[in-house]
């Protein structure tokens, strides 16, 4: 099934593309500068994964216990 049409694989995508963006903002911060276009998806999940990292912390970790039992 598709990770749209399944809640739980949509918000792994999620998670991981903020975190992936977060990372990569971190490593290569020219890579991410652009706040406009298609690039701009990337900045602003960057900018969720700066700000509510402890709470994106926690997401993952639920996500990967969660995948784990069922």
């Not at 900045?43 to 997401?59: C, D, F, M, N, Q």
Request: glycine share 8%.
């Amino acid at each position: 099934m598709s990770a749209l049409f399944n809640f739980n694989s949509f918000l792994t995508v999620v998670l991981l593309v903020i975190c992936t963006c977060t990372f990569l903002k971190l490593q290569f911060p020219a890579l991410l500068e652009q706040k406009t276009g298609f690039r701009g998806f990337f900045w602003k999940a960057a900018r969720i994964g700066e700000r509510l990292s402890p709470w994106v912390a926690a997401g993952c970790i639920a996500m990967g216990v969660s995948i784990i039992l069922f």
